[in-house]
């Protein structure tokens, strides 16, 4: 168990939909990270926060959003979705952002 | 543009050989390199680090070792086991404290 979670697990919706993907860091760490994993793809790096704020941007596309809240939770918003969002979603955090990340198990998103 | 390459795709190895994985970087203000393993359908763990100041890190059977003229990284298992076979994960990250990623190295341990 990495200490880091996410909700839900699996999470199927129709295409047009828009669905909120939450992360819960380890205690303590003030960097939130978000990826992508497309099947069989690399990881796909979104967005990272660190205490609040947005720290870099990857290739997150317009109609996808994020949000670090003051409790260091992060929310990953996916809106007008298309069947081509179909992946795994996966955030991690870090104490700062130059040491190693700690992953979370996972959103599975299937888009129908 | 890839900052942080790894050109094979997969790798397979005989159970109790040596692994070896080999990861190339662009970016020279890299400091930090990372090593990850990732089982399907689930999050990456951390293997196994280095800093820019030091040429080599080892911890248990698992040794990563830098060339910086070269911006070359490897990673050595020795000896590997079959629960070794994985997809095996090269980061990279400057001060910026963003995590660069390489599209990963498919390990299969054949016994």
């Known amino acids: 168990d990495s200490g880091v979670t996410q909700t839900p697990k699996h999470l199927i919706t129709a295409t047009g939909q828009r669905v909120t993907l939450r992360c819960s860091p380890r205690?303590?760490?003030?960097?939130v990270y978000w990826y992508q994993q497309s099947l069989d793809q690399g990881l796909q790096f979104l967005i990272q926060?660190?205490?609040?704020?947005?720290?870099a941007k990857g290739n997150i596309l317009e109609r996808f959003s994020a949000q670090q809240f003051p409790d260091l939770h992060s929310e990953l918003n996916l809106s007008s979705l298309e069947l081509g969002d179909s992946a795994l979603y996966f955030c991690?955090?870090?104490?700062?952002?130059?040491?190693?990340?700690?992953f979370g198990q996972g959103t599975r998103l299937t888009v129908v | 543009d890839q900052q942080v390459k790894q050109n094979s795709p997969s790798l397979s190895v005989q159970e109790g050989r040596i692994s070896i994985l080999n990861c190339d970087y662009t970016?020279?203000?890299?400091?930090?390199f990372l090593w990850y393993k990732k089982y399907p359908a689930e999050g990456p763990t951390f293997l196994i680090s280095?800093?820019?100041i030091k040429d080599k890190n080892e911890d248990g059977r698992f040794t990563v070792f830098l060339n910086k003229s070269a911006k070359h990284l490897s990673l050595h298992i020795v000896p590997s086991q079959p629960g070794d076979s994985a997809v095996y994960f090269c980061?990279?990250?400057?001060?910026?404290?963003?995590?660069?990623w390489g599209a990963g190295t498919k390990l299969i341990i054949k016994p």
């Open positions: 970016n020279s203000m890299f400091d930090y």
């Open positions: 991690a955090s870090s104490p700062r952002g130059n040491t190693e990340a700690f």
């Open positions: 205690s303590g760490d003030l960097s």
């Open positions: 280095i800093s820019s």
């Open positions: 926060y660190y205490n609040g704020e947005e720290r």
């Open positions: 980061a990279a990250s400057a001060s910026n404290y963003q995590l660069i």
